[in-house]
């Protein structure tokens, strides 16, 4: 079964640090790349970072450029968010999603699976 699992989310203050994580579920995870968007109430999803497969290239949002870094252990099918000086406007529900071809894309339409999201809650 193909799953993805996210954790790390949680109640944080402005200017702190948080980890998301998400563990795939397949053998395979190592060919593809990997995403995270969010999602704020009321407003449309929207891309974080994204990694390809090997994890060599990194791209981000400009809203979070410098300040959060996506990467990846293949070993363990896992691919993290590292989230720092934290904003109000970062609170959203944040999901992983894999891509299978390996290429890296901010475009969720191309995304093949999905996790069910975590909540970032970030108090001013």
């Known amino acids: 079964q193909v799953q993805l699992v996210e954790s790390g989310g949680g109640l944080v203050q402005a200017g702190d640090s948080l980890r998301l994580s998400c563990t795939a579920s397949?053998?395979?995870?190592?060919?593809?790349?990997m995403g995270w968007f969010r999602q704020a109430p009321g407003k449309v999803r929207e891309f974080v970072a994204t990694?390809?497969?090997?994890?060599?290239?990194?791209y981000y949002a400009n809203s979070v450029e410098g300040r959060f870094t996506i990467s990846r252990d293949n070993v363990k099918n896992t691919v993290y968010l590292q989230m720092t000086s934290l904003k109000p406007e970062d609170t959203a529900v944040y999901y992983c999603a894999a891509k299978f071809d390996g290429r890296a894309s901010s475009m969720s339409g191309e995304y093949d699976y999905w996790g069910q999201g975590t909540q970032v809650t970030v108090s001013s």
């Open positions: 397949w053998s395979t995870f190592s060919s593809y790349a």
């Open positions: 990694i390809i497969w090997s994890g060599r290239n990194t």
